[in-house]
């Protein structure tokens, strides 16, 4: 699989040579592109064997005013927040480590988070002290209730990861924190992408889409794609593990998240 969440790269035009180059080292590749990547759908097609839309990210254009942006809902709970609750950016991510896994327990436990979704502490420490990490938290009478983590590349900040406390959800600290993130990026970057709504084929109902569409000025897609270097282990693998007819990709790997 490709990074976690998001398939970035410096020079998109060269992907294509890369992929090639890897020939001889895998049996297939699966990875979901960056919206802001720097090619279009015809060149993906030329790369993967399988290219389809996945999610539509919600973007904000932050060279456009928030009074423009961001919904009249979202702003009240922001100001309402921030009566109660300090945002603060945090210029050392890692040394937050362990406030960040007490908040993350408690979204496992929320959304009953298993297997490679609840990541762990190490995965979580190397995440901490990846270089461009921006992270925002918080605090509500001395403790931190909430922390939104974003990562920048280029003109883009993308968001990675939030979480909260029970405290942090009664305070409607999200509020608080995007419209924290929003001014503080707003000096470094042009775009923020604050992904999707939740689940792998979401209807745009649900309550984070709701959540981020509030604050974007628009959407980007990002596309799921697949390629098999190796039909032939590919086909023996499939076989060995007794798999039917599947749309799932790779298809010997249908199942992995029930």
């Not at 720097?38 to 456009?64: A, G, N, S, T």
Request: aromatic share 14%; glycine share 8%.
């Amino acid at each position: 699989m490709g990074c976690y969440p998001l398939f970035a790269c410096q020079n998109w035009s060269q992907l294509r040579h890369d992929l090639e180059r890897l020939g001889n080292e895998l049996v297939a590749l699966t990875l979901v592109t960056d919206p802001f990547g720097e090619y279009d759908l015809l060149y993906l097609e030329r790369c993967f064997d399988m290219v389809l839309p996945f999610k539509e990210h919600f973007v904000i254009d932050l060279h456009q005013p928030v009074t423009n942006s961001v919904s009249k809902h979202h702003r009240y709970y922001a100001r309402k927040s921030l009566q109660e609750v300090h945002v603060e950016p945090c210029p050392e991510p890692e040394q937050l480590l362990d406030e960040w896994m007490q908040l993350y327990d408690s979204l496992i436990e929320r959304h009953n988070l298993k297997g490679i979704r609840a990541f762990s502490r190490a995965a979580f420490a190397r995440q901490l002290s990846v270089p461009r990490s921006v992270v925002f938290r918080a605090v509500w009478k001395g403790v931190t209730v909430g922390i939104d983590w974003y990562y920048v590349q280029g003109e883009v900040g993308y968001g990675h990861l939030a979480a909260f406390s029970s405290d942090g959800y009664r305070l409607a600290a999200s509020y608080a924190l995007q419209w924290a993130a929003i001014a503080h990026l707003s000096e470094q970057v042009r775009w923020l992408d604050i992904g999707a709504g939740a689940g792998a084929h979401s209807d745009g109902k649900d309550g984070l889409s709701l959540f981020k569409r509030g604050w974007a000025t628009g959407t980007r897609t990002a596309f799921f794609c697949g390629r098999i270097f190796d039909q032939q282990k590919y086909s023996q693998i499939v076989k060995t593990r007794g798999v039917g007819s599947s749309a799932y990709f790779p298809a010997y790997r249908s199942g992995e998240f029930d």
